[in-house]
């Protein structure tokens, strides 16, 4: 499956913005869905994931209550909602596919190119 990542950009703390993750090749709803952030000099890490039907969803104690994540299987695409952004949360943004799910990096196999999210305080 081909993933491509958009909606980043540049935001004020406080503010919102809507990540999109759109899958091509495969169907969507064979995979486990999650979004990891890279910020500079760190390492890749875990946001959030959802099950494959999306009534399963786990997110890092970072963005508990301030992210959400959904997924449409007909339009083979996974979001996230971003609230109350701080300026921590800015980072390159990937989407990636799972057929096995969790929150670890090697437990994914495709990856998104990434979408840059800068949080201005």
């Known amino acids: 499956v081909q993933l491509q990542a958009s909606g980043g950009g540049l935001v004020q703390a406080g503010g919102s913005l809507r990540l999109s993750c759109a899958a091509s090749?495969?169907?969507?709803?064979?995979?486990?869905m999650g979004w990891f952030r890279q910020a500079p000099g760190n390492e890749r890490e875990f946001v959030a994931r959802?099950?494959?039907?999306?009534?399963?969803?786990y997110y890092a104690d970072s963005v508990r209550g301030r992210f959400t994540i959904s997924r449409d299987n007909a339009k083979n695409t996974v979001y996230l909602q971003m609230n109350s952004l701080k300026p921590e949360d800015t980072a390159v943004y990937y989407c990636?596919?799972?057929?096995?799910?969790?929150?670890?990096?090697?437990?994914?196999?495709?990856w998104g190119q990434g979408t840059q999210v800068t949080v201005s305080s």
């Open positions: 990636a596919a799972s057929l096995v799910g969790g929150t670890k990096n090697n437990e994914y196999d495709n």
């Open positions: 090749g495969r169907t969507l709803s064979a995979y486990v």
């Open positions: 959802i099950g494959r039907s999306g009534f399963s969803t």
